[in-house]
């Protein structure tokens, strides 16, 4: 019933204002009628807003602070009611040795603590770990696994923990981590002695590879050890370590099909193909990885030519925009319809390689699944649409988290920042127990898992606090520290110092010129990119075709600039192991000391005094523009 206006009885309007009001009435009922639609879409329309304009720089700060909770409410609780096992069971509040029995997590989290600035308890964990772990046991352990998780943190932690430049340098540490490393990677040595380089899965580290070992790896297990080991022979200057890798990888490579895709699991003694499924995912994924980083922090061509040819491939026939399938190698048959989690890490690699356009897609399309549950199953079927039998479980993977920070690095896009808060939000009310996180067992129900892998420390919370801080204003070693870093596989930083990252140029440094007979002279031209997109060793190519990479313009040729001298020279300072500049002409004489920045491969070195990163000082307002 309408209610009618209580004055209408007494007073009678002039002719003319009843006309007019009978003319507007439609009007204003039209008008209210909008009114009300528009009331009804309002929530679309703020949701869409909100979406649009991602995360506030208040709230970013905020949900950065709470993944640093996140991270110490795991930590304190591996410490507590785990250390010194591997890993921390979060259910019961208790601890399990998962891997070799060598405090995994602990060792895993080093440079994390480092990343969030927590000097005294980085200190204390990097002490009790030089004083206290030993590689002489009668353990048989994942080569691959030990080699990302362990020699990894170790060579990490070392780098930081041994230079003044990084802000967090202990003054009481004497190469401790790096003589750790050294002998834990010769224990696993023996693994390597096969016909085809290819290294077996397993190794003891007392006894070397048991008689009875399986002669059958996976091509991520052989072809993932490159950046551990290499670095590891460029800072003892011992080149076995990166020689049998580099082995391991051309071994692979040769047996690629002529599709130029590799399966996922051979024989290390026949070379013969025992699985012939052909993806990025599940036992290939970090080969693809460790090709393009291999040359972005090693300026091999090698590894940047079998990447180019591997990347061309993968994109011709394995994408189905925006999803990736497993084919037959040989045929390119499409054997499994399948996106499983480990996928996820490729949008992140397409980043680094400069191929925006389609990690955006396929982001899009792998964190749609992890909208739907919560988190992303180890399998989904792209057929069915529904979760995979027997691969419902989220084991706190990092792959999606982590190609989220990348894309975010590179696009500045809010939509990341709201993905990474849908992350987290999933994280803390999914996965949370009271002694850290656990394992989902089934992504439909939420169910529990009274597990925890080290693994959720060094790479889960890394790359959401990373996100957070890049988003308001980086105060962290990655992006305002002295050099360029690169993930492993693992996530853990490996820093393009000039003793890593140009061991086969050697440029003179001050104060070291080799002498005559020591080196030979070569000069070279600097191929430097001005690209304003370029970000932490990727440069973005809004206009190529994603199938391929022209050769003139993808990472260009290895730089260097002036005199550059082969061959080691003796007896280098830390200063002049981490300032570096080259010689302006041929006339060694006549060499005036600049300070330069110099490109070279992708990575930043920097220039004669390095920049002394503090963790409680913010350097982001010189950083901001250059970002």
């Not at 209610?3 to 007494?10: V, Y």
């Not at 419902?392 to 988290?401: D, H, N, V």
């Amino acid at each position: 019933m309408q209610r009618q206006n209580p004055k209408a009885d007494h007073v009678i309007a002039p002719q003319s204002q009843y006309t007019k009001s009978l003319v507007m009435e439609p009007f204003t009922q039209s008008l209210h009628f909008l009114l009300f639609l528009l009331i009804l879409l309002l929530p679309n329309i703020l949701v869409h807003r909100t979406l649009a304009d991602g995360v506030t720089t208040e709230e970013a700060g905020q949900l950065r602070d709470e993944v640093r909770e996140m991270f110490y409410h795991a930590f304190d609780g591996y410490m507590e009611n785990a250390f010194p096992l591997d890993e921390l069971r979060p259910l019961s509040c208790g601890g399990e040795d998962s891997l070799g029995g060598y405090a995994l997590t602990l060792i895993d989290s080093l440079d994390t603590l480092a990343l969030l600035g927590d000097r005294e308890r980085f200190t204390s964990s990097v002490e009790w770990i030089g004083k206290n772990i030993q590689f002489d046991i009668n353990k048989t352990v994942s080569v691959f696994e030990t080699s990302i998780r362990v020699l990894g943190g170790l060579l990490s932690a070392h780098l930081i923990a041994s230079d003044y430049a990084t802000g967090m340098k202990i003054p009481s540490y004497d190469n401790q981590l790096l003589n750790l490393a050294e002998d834990l990677a010769r224990r696993l040595l023996p693994a390597f002695d096969t016909p085809t380089g290819i290294p077996y899965g397993s190794v003891n580290l007392l006894h070397g590879v048991d008689e009875h070992e399986s002669k059958i790896t996976s091509t991520a297990g052989g072809g993932t050890l490159t950046l551990e080991f290499g670095v590891l022979s460029r800072l003892i200057n011992d080149s076995i370590f990166e020689q049998v890798t580099k082995n391991a990888v051309l071994g692979i490579w040769a047996r690629r099909s002529k599709l130029n895709l590799v399966g996922a699991h051979i024989n290390v003694f026949t070379g013969e193909w025992t699985q012939k499924d052909a993806g990025i995912g599940t036992s290939i994924d970090s080969f693809y990885e460790y090709l393009l980083k291999a040359y972005l922090l090693f300026g091999d061509e090698e590894y940047l030519y079998i990447f180019q040819e591997s990347y061309a491939a993968a994109m011709h026939y394995l994408f189905n925009d925006p999803w990736y399938v497993e084919v037959n190698m040989d045929s390119a048959a499409i054997v499994w319809p399948l996106f499983n989690s480990l996928q996820a890490f490729w949008p992140g690699l397409q980043v680094l390689a400069g191929d925006i356009d389609p990690a955006i897609r396929t982001h899009a399309a792998f964190f749609s699944v992890w909208k739907r549950y919560g988190f992303t199953p180890e399998g989904f079927n792209l057929a069915t649409l529904t979760v995979q039998h027997g691969q419902k479980s989220y084991p706190l993977r990092p792959e999606l988290i982590e190609s989220t920070y990348w894309l975010y690095k590179a696009t500045r896009d809010p939509r990341y920042l709201a993905a990474g808060r849908d992350m987290v939000a999933s994280l803390q009310f999914g996965a949370r127990c009271p002694c850290g996180y656990c394992h989902i067992s089934d992504v439909e129900f939420h169910k529990k898992e009274d597990h925890m892998e080290s693994f959720f420390l060094a790479e889960t919370v890394k790359y959401l606090w990373l996100l957070f801080d890049l988003a308001v204003g980086p105060e962290n070693l990655v992006e305002n520290g002295p050099y360029k870093y690169i993930f492993s596989t693992e996530g853990h930083l490996l820093p393009a110092t000039p003793q890593i990252s140009l061991a086969k140029e050697h440029c003179s440094y001050f104060g070291a010129y080799c002498k005559s007979g020591d080196s030979k002279e070569k000069s070279d031209t600097l191929d430097v990119s001005d690209d304003p997109q370029e970000t932490n060793g990727s440069k973005v190519f809004g206009d190529r075709s994603h199938t391929g990479f022209p050769s003139d313009s993808f990472l260009g040729s290895i730089p260097a600039t002036g005199l550059i001298k082969q061959g080691f020279c003796p007896g280098l300072t830390h200063g002049q192991k981490y300032g570096i500049t080259y010689l302006a002409s041929e006339d060694v004489s006549t060499t005036q000391k600049e300070s330069t920045a110099v490109q070279s491969h992708s990575v930043v070195v920097v220039s004669d005094q390095p920049t002394i990163y503090s963790p409680s000082k913010s350097q982001s307002n010189d950083n901001d523009a250059q970002t």
